[in-house]
């Protein structure tokens, strides 16, 4: 359980090119983190990380009073991570996982709506190939589900602009030990 105050929170300007940030105001934040992690036997290793969290304006800046009261913006009330790994043979493992977030608000008056959530299905397979050598093949966002980082630009394009996120992906690897 966690909660942060702030007298004058800060946060960067989205979209602009110029780096510049906005006092955002007097803020609360909130919530609750729970992370499980459990190992039925010596095959198997399970985890779930989950966070709540919530967010308010409590005093805003003078250049943004109608966001008293509301969330602060790109703020998940819920993140989670959950997945499963099993030792196949001794030099055989097998890892499934899935992470995702709900969507949040897109600027300080809560007015633009809600974007950014998702729920990413992963997968992967590690082969020690020697006591020096792991191959492993990763294989992301497996139902090739469409997410994005969202943000509002109220200064150029007056909407939503969207960065999306990867695709279905196959990643390859190899560890080298000496």
Same mark, same amino acid.
């Given at each position: 359980?966690?909660?942060?105050?702030?007298?004058?929170?800060?946060?960067r300007?989205?979209?602009?090119?110029?780096g510049?940030?906005?006092?955002v !105001? &007097?803020?609360?934040?909130?919530?609750?983190d729970l992370?499980?992690?459990a190992?039925?036997d010596? /095959?198997?290793?399970?985890?779930?990380?989950?966070?709540?969290?919530?967010?308010?304006?409590?005093?805003?800046?003078?250049?943004?009073?109608?966001?008293? !009261?509301?969330e602060?913006?790109?703020?998940?009330?819920?993140l989670?991570?959950?997945?499963? !790994?099993?030792?196949?043979?001794?030099?055989?493992?097998?890892? !499934?996982?899935?992470?995702g &977030?709900?969507?949040?608000?897109?600027?300080?008056?809560?007015?633009?709506?809600?974007?950014?959530?998702?729920?990413?299905l992963?997968m992967? =397979?590690?082969?020690? +190939?020697?006591?020096?050598?792991?191959?492993?093949?990763?294989?992301k966002?497996?139902?090739?589900?469409?997410?994005?980082?969202?943000?509002?630009?109220?200064?150029? =394009? /007056?909407?939503?602009?969207?960065?999306?996120?990867?695709g279905?992906?196959?990643?390859?690897? +190899?560890?080298?030990?000496?």
């Amino acid at each position: 359980m966690w909660r942060q105050d702030a007298s004058g929170e800060v946060s960067r300007r989205l979209n602009d090119p110029s780096g510049d940030s906005d006092n955002v !105001g &007097q803020t609360r934040r909130w919530g609750y983190d729970l992370q499980l992690n459990a190992h039925p036997d010596e /095959r198997w290793d399970l985890w779930l990380a989950y966070t709540w969290q919530y967010s308010k304006i409590l005093e805003p800046s003078n250049t943004l009073p109608a966001s008293k !009261g509301q969330e602060i913006d790109h703020v998940p009330h819920h993140l989670y991570n959950a997945g499963a !790994g099993y030792q196949l043979t001794p030099s055989l493992a097998l890892n !499934g996982w899935l992470n995702g &977030q709900t969507a949040y608000y897109l600027e300080r008056e809560n007015t633009q709506g809600q974007y950014g959530g998702y729920v990413l299905l992963n997968m992967s =397979a590690v082969w020690q +190939a020697s006591k020096a050598l792991s191959l492993d093949l990763t294989l992301k966002n497996l139902a090739n589900r469409q997410y994005a980082y969202v943000w509002f630009d109220p200064d150029g =394009a /007056r909407a939503p602009l969207f960065s999306p996120g990867d695709g279905r992906a196959v990643y390859l690897g +190899a560890t080298l030990e000496l």
